[in-house]
């Protein structure tokens, strides 16, 4: 299970905890499964997050590879100049 | 509003136009004489990006009126390289990566010809207070300055 | 895939080739937004508000369309209703709707036969507005007494009990800051501020709009993204985005200015009044300034714990941000995830908030949100490495971060290069210059993430063998160029062999504007691949002619060559060979690639800035400046540096000069470059480089993106000169004169 | 709007008499058309004055002063080896306007009439005691040159009437004038602060002097009290600070977007020793 980092505005909806497991391959996944467990968290992920995988900062790919290990930081969407 | 019958000569070339006695040369260059090399960055005279030469005179086209320009010598960026060959300038901010986007290059190449027209040994200082109204977001004009002492260079050497 | 190894073997990259398209600019001849025409085209004005927050009573455009020659006029009840979120919020930026929001905000435009009767015709539309308290300032805007901007607005991130204004809200970190703290020597804490400032490119926005009754559209605009401009166009008059065809034109800067749309929608909806007529519309330069999209004002809370030796036990900020009267626009989401990523800290905890002003809709400004909080942190830094008279860069190096360092966002850093950089800023001749009286020297280091994001790249083989590239991201600073080189290494041909043209959106898949210093990454990465598919394309051919299998065939020096003595004994087929003969081998070959780009690497980079000061006026001289960046890859070394120069310039204007300023009436009062002080050539010395090549593992040429990074250091390296050479620390942006003065003479007083 | 091209100053100001509407002149027109391009003016007459004869010309007067007319443009100043010989101050202050295209066009007049106190040329013009010839429908008549600015944007001039040339006095022997102004950036900006002395020396001993400031006023201010204090010294540092402090004493600026009264009042001082420092120099015939 992929351990997502939630930052600490997000938690309370997420009964308080700071990380979460979710079963996913994909960040798409990831996503939904973490508006599933979670609802309150939906309207946060459908206004738009970025998401770090083990590392590497993915700005807006739902499609980029989870692995059963990753560690996943959720932040805000980027932007760039 | 009557307009205005001006004739006057851009880069060598005889040219008429009618204009609204409120547009400026610069308007009238762009708009009546499709020379769009020459930009407006501000319409104030404050960024350079509109000079030419009046009658020899560096100025900011923005702030001359199109009927102004009756019976003028007017030189454009279109007029600088003559003949198919570039001013040891224009090859020079090539060489030297003196522009990114681009958009204060013609105020710039004209400007920084008319001052190594009148002074063509400039020192750094001379070229960065002379082009002082040539607003440059880009580069933080460093290597505007080098092209410009390169040019120059060049320039006093086939001298 | 370890790319520690790559060496500067390379046969292209890291050369100087003149640029593809300099001919055209330094004749005049390069065509940008403003110098599109066509036939029976018709120019449009805009009717701005004067007012910073005021209820829209009434629009009257009679007179104006009375006048012989106007054509069309549009307002807000022109455009479709029903929209949501950020669609909305760019409609209700593009015209206002109920209450116009920020001094400059567009209220109605109008299409007519001359530029200067579209003007006469602007200023014959009324508008009755009842003017509404209004709030400028992000601290004043979150008083109790603050006049609401919008009811409702806040999105989910915001606490209860909060002023209505906040609408959003962040917190994360990590580690025990109490602990951290408690375990410091000295704990140091401090408030700034930074005023907003402007991207200032010199090109004024500009857009030629046309649009049938049928609903299908053709723009052409100066934009740093096409597809971006053709999604909220689409969005904003609520047509198919497929019906709208955008071809950018050359642009004259960008710097995040122009990711988004301000007044390009006006042209079509006006075109299609007038009966399909083409519109043109192009700001003013107070149009720009008033109206446009620049970033945000900061307001900041810093606190650091630092041990004698100074190491930093644990950090905290508290962020306030106001990105204008429109939600989410502000950087505090970049900013907070920016403020410690330079340093390896055990505990750090980060919160923020955003906060609605009569500002106009604030837009990415180069690395969004990170000079402002490396103004707050690498200052705060500053201060303490003094009191504790460490070497600022001893300090920053003890506490770098690198490979393998817990972010302070989070995730672990892959190979990164700001010790590197921390390194050759050390052992630069100019760090070891000494100084004189009312002199003073500063140093900071500063970080962008970078990006890689949606990219849709094609290229083609011709006839004569020479290449054609297609990619979406418009070239600001010369990346045609170093996706040329890259391209031309791949396929082992020569430079002056590729042509890279920035297509419309016709041409390609979508492809996000260049943001995010991702062009030469992101499209150079796809042209990359695309090479790659076409080169394995004419390998088949090759084989096929020679009647081997496709996998005997290899690539080299731009020809399909027998791969070892195996394949059998066939002299080398160039490219050139091959494209003759394409048409009769299969037809075209082209190769293309569509991604939305990984593997991006991390920006870092140290500033040294030299100072004088004039005591008796509080002007500062930049003396030298220096940069140093980490570029992974400098693929075309000279628009490497120019980056870095063009960033420090920015930064240094930011530091010293630049800011809004608006009146107690909520007007902007400085909307010429007169007032808005951008730095002239005068202002600045030659600006010294240094690129440091950490490359990236993540792109096949190891490259990082080097737009954003070099605009953040600046900030607080030119705050830690002038309090070396005054002794007074400002904490408030600019630094301008008068601040100055004041701040000497506060402390020749104290 | 209508573009007329008189070709005499009369001809000038029986066109401006008779106009009903919002009238300008045209000299170098680096006010007056950034004023039309921001829509503050629209005026219903503009009139051209660069096609009467006379108007790019300096020359000396009779006395060995200086007649300048009205389209003289600020590069055409800082050429005339003969005349910054004799009013450096004067034509620093002109050339200091705006960049290198605008010191193509701008003019002394222009600058004057444009009624802004933060006019860089206007110091310089006051403390050499220059003076202007106003030409009206019926006559013409001589007028110092801080007399004409009334108000920010406002002058004296009354309808019909325009400004036909710049006089300025003979310079005589060991005297200097210097301008200082600050700004924020080293170009392009509008003064904050400008500072204008003109002196002549008596032996080491300053005999006469005017000094000037503007951007601290709503007009130019002629400020006696500052060359009171200088007056008789040579200007050691005793006279400096009574100069200083007078500067500052009588500066009454608003704060603004370009400064804050506290910086302009402490600025004026320091600008006007300065350059009375330079202006002295330059009349002892050591400085540049």
Known sequence: MARVHLWSSLRRFADGQEMVEVEAATVGQMFDALARAYPGLAPAIAAGLSVAVDGEVIANSRSAPVRPDSEVFLLQRLKGG | MKKVHVTTNVNGDQVEFLADPRETLLDCLRNHLDLTGTKEGCGTGDCGACSVTLDGTLVCSCLVLGVEAEGKKIETIEGMASDGELHPLQRKFIEHAALQCGFCTPGILVAAKSLLDTNPDPSESEIRFWLAGNLCRCTGYDKIVRAVQDAAAEMRGAA | ?750 | MRYHTPTSFQEASRLAAASGGLLRYLAGGTDVLVQMRAGMVQPDELIDLKHIPGVFDISRTADGGWRIGVAVPGRALGAHEALCRDWPGVVEGMNLVGSTQVQGRATLVGNLCNGSPAADSVPGLVAAGATVTVTGPDSSREMPVEAIPTAPGRTALKKGELISAVTLPPRGPRGGDAYLRFIPRTEMDIAVVGAAVNLTLDGDRIATARVALGAVAPTVLLVEEAAKAIIGSTLDDAALDRLAAASSAAAKPISDKRGTVEFRVDVAGVLARRAAQIAYDRAKGTGK
């Open chain 3, 1 to 750: 895939m370890a790319k520690d190894e790559i060496t500067k073997g390379y046969r292209l990259v890291g050369t100087r080739p003149n640029r593809p398209d300099g001919l055209d600019k330094v004749t005049g001849r390069a065509r940008y937004g403003a110098d599109f025409s066509l036939p029976g085209m018709l120019w449009a004005a805009v009717v701005r508000s004067p007012h910073a927050h005021a209820k829209i009573k009434r629009i009257d455009a009679s007179k104006a369309l009375a006048l012989d020659g106007v054509k069309a006029v549009v307002t807000r009840a022109d455009l479709p209703t029903g929209l949501e979120g950020e669609d909305l919020n760019l409609q209700e930026n593009t015209l206002a709707g109920e209450k116009a929001l920020y001094d400059g905000h567009a209220v109605a435009a109008v299409a007519a036969t001359s530029q200067l009767l579209a003007q006469d015709a602007a200023r014959l539309i009324e508008v009755e507005y009842e003017v509404l308290p209004h709030v400028t300032d992000v601290d004043e805007a979150m008083k109790p007494g603050a006049p609401v901007i919008r009811e409702g607005a806040a999105d989910y991130s915001v606490p209860e009990g909060m002023h209505p204004n906040v609408v959003r809200h962040m917190e994360f970190g990590h580690g025990d800051v109490e602990a951290g703290f408690a375990a410091a020597d000295i704990v140091r804490e401090g408030t700034y501020k930074t005023e907003a400032t402007h991207q200032g490119y010199i090109e004024p926005h500009a857009c030629v709009g046309q649009m049938g009754e049928d609903g299908r559209g053709e723009m052409w605009v100066c934009t740093q993204g096409h597809w971006y401009i053709r999604r909220m166009s689409a969005a904003v008059l609520g047509i198919e985005a497929a019906n709208l065809r955008v071809t950018p034109s050359e642009i004259g800067g960008g710097f995040g200015g122009k990711t988004t749309i301000f007044m390009e929608p006006l042209t079509l909806a006006l075109s299609k009044k007038a009966g399909g007529r083409p519109v043109k519309l192009v700001m003013s330069r107070a149009e720009v300034l008033r109206a446009t999209g620049p970033t945000a004002s900061a307001s900041m809370d810093v606190k650091i714990g630092m041990k004698k030796d100074g190491t930093v036990t644990a950090g905290q900020v508290m962020f306030r941000m106001q990105g204008g009267a429109f939600v989410g626009m502000s950087p505090i989401g970049e900013a907070l995830p920016c403020a410690f990523a330079c340093y390896d800290i055990p505990a750090l905890k980060h919160e923020a908030v955003e906060v609605l002003a009569n500002r106009p809709k604030a837009a990415a400004y180069r690395a969004p949100g990170s000079p402002m909080a490396a103004f707050a942190v690498e200052s705060l830094m500053d201060e303490m490495c003094r009191e504790l008279h460490l070497d600022p860069i001893e300090v920053r190096l003890k506490n770098a971060a690198k490979e393998g360092t817990k972010s302070s966002y989070g995730p672990i850093y892959n190979r990164i290069g700001l010790v590197e950089t921390l390194e050759a800023a050390k052992a630069h001749p100019n760090y070891a210059i000494r100084l004189g009286p009312n002199q003073g020297r500063g140093v900071a280091s500063g970080f962008w993430f970078n990006h890689g994001g949606e990219t849709s790249v094609s290229l083609a083989i011709g006839e004569d063998g020479t290449v054609q590239v297609s990619i979406g991201t418009p070239d600001i600073g010369g990346s045609r160029a170093s996706i040329a080189l890259m391209t031309a290494e791949t396929i082992g041909i020569p430079y002056e062999n590729v042509r890279v043209n920035v297509v419309e959106t016709g041409a390609l898949g979508v492809n996000e504007p260049t943001h995010g210093s991702r062009a030469t990454f992101a499209s150079g990465k796809a042209a990359v691949e695309a090479a790659r598919q076409a080169i394995a394309e004419m390998c088949r051919r090759a084989a096929a002619e020679w009647e081997i299998e496709p996998e005997a065939v290899e690539w080299k020096d731009g020809a399909a060559q027998p791969a070892g003595p195996n394949a059998g004994k066939f002299p080398p087929m160039t490219i050139a060979e091959i494209g003759a003969k394409m048409g009769g081998t299969g037809g075209p070959i082209s190769g293309h690639h569509e991604t939305n780009a990984g593997g991006v690497g991390a920006s870092f980079g140290t500033h040294v800035v030299d100072v004088e000061v004039d005591p008796e006026t509080g002007r500062t001289t930049v003396l030298r400046y220096l940069v140093v960046q980490d570029a992974g890859t400098a693929i075309h070394p000279a628009y490497v540096e120019g980056q870095y120069q063009g960033g420090a310039a920015q930064g240094i204007g930011w530091a010293l000069n630049e800011e809004y300023v608006y009146g107690s009436d909520g007007r902007l009062q400085n909307t010429v470059f007169l007032d808005y002080r951008i730095p002239v050539a005068s202002d600045l010395p030659m600006i010294d480089t240094v690129i440091v090549e950490v490359p990236n593992p993540g792109h096949p040429y190891g490259v990082r993106g080097v737009g954003e990074t070099g605009i953040t250091p600046p900030l607080p390296a030119l705050a830690a000169a002038i309090a070396e050479a005054t002794g007074a620390r400002l904490r408030s942006l600019p630094m301008s004169p008068p601040k100055v003065l004041a701040a000497i003479k506060a402390k020749r007083q104290a």
